[in-house]
């Protein structure tokens, strides 16, 4: 009979969040306070992984968290992970879009999927870098892993925002609101007034279209107005908190309805691209995509958001991913 405690027999899963940043650093306390996992801490920069890693388990005894991290320059100590979190790369600027990030991001993804799934070649991945539907192609790429495998974190994110953005209009919750963004993650995504409700209510029956159509558009620059106000950097708590729920649902399979970019192969008339849509997503990744009915507005949004995404794909691939390993994976 095996006098262990249960607690000491339990498997504990364990993230990598590549970027020690403030999103990486801020998902790394959010996986420890909520007891999901073990967590790894990897980045470039000697020194900062470890401080913050020592930092918060200094803070483990005080908050009772079972749960250890530790912080590495080394993707050997990343082995065996169940989920790899990719937050690394250059963030934005003022007056810059996500996609003046493409190229540099792009040499700091491939490279950092090569010797991620080196060591946990079983893991599923969730890319975080930006332009994120374009770096989340070139992980899968760079991969050779199964698309359902490789997710983009962005729809959560958006689609909380509008959330938030309706809350404050209408006085109430954002807890009371249900809200849902689609397409990419750029000034082309695609809010869905005619998907949101609050306790219910039809969002289209609460507010008039000038004041919907101005939410739509504030959602859109929702990440450049923080990037504005911030000046040195941009979001980081709703990011990691957006990331957490992709995990989450991933390492406790719970099959849960996400918004996130998938690879799609004619969903929604849309192939070949990553683009954010409604998923089921549990322990093996995106386990579907769901279709909803779209307007033609909706979905002729849907295919330009797309069409941008591709054109910044072929860009990256022509000058980052070898023809040989291009030809093995589309």
Known sequence: ?????????????????????????????????????????????????????????????????????????????????????????????????????????????????????????????????????????????????????????????????????????????PEDVSALVLGGHGDLMVPLPNYASVNGIPLTELLNAPTLDRLVERTRNGGAEIVNLLKTGGAYYAPAASIYWMVEAILMNRHRILPAATYLTGQYGLHDVYIGVPCRIGQQGVESVLELTLSSEQQAALAQSAAAIQANIRKITQTLIEPAQLAMTV
């Open 1 to 173: 009979m095996n006098n262990l405690p249960e607690t000491a027999l339990r498997y504990v899963p364990k993230v990598t969040v590549i970027g020690a940043g403030n999103v990486g650093s801020s998902l790394a306390k959010r996986l420890l306070d909520t007891h999901l996992a073990n967590v790894v801490l990897l980045d470039v920069v000697a020194g900062r992984p470890q401080g913050i890693a020592l930092d918060l388990t200094e803070a483990s005894g005080l908050e009772m968290r079972p749960q250890q991290i530790i912080g590495t320059n080394h993707y050997g100590d990343t082995a065996d992970s169940d989920v790899v979190v990719v937050t690394a790369g250059k963030p934005r600027q003022p007056g810059m879009s996500r996609d003046d990030l493409m190229q540099v991001n792009g040499q700091i993804v491939v490279e950092t999927i090569k010797q991620a799934i080196a060591y946990s070649p079983q893991a599923k991945f969730v890319i975080v870098t930006n332009p994120l539907d374009v770096m989340t192609y070139l992980a899968w790429q760079t991969s050779g892993l199964p698309a359902e495998q490789v997710i983009g974190m962005a729809g959560i994110l958006d689609s909380a925002r509008f959330r938030t953005f309706i809350a404050m209009e209408l006085n109430v919750p």
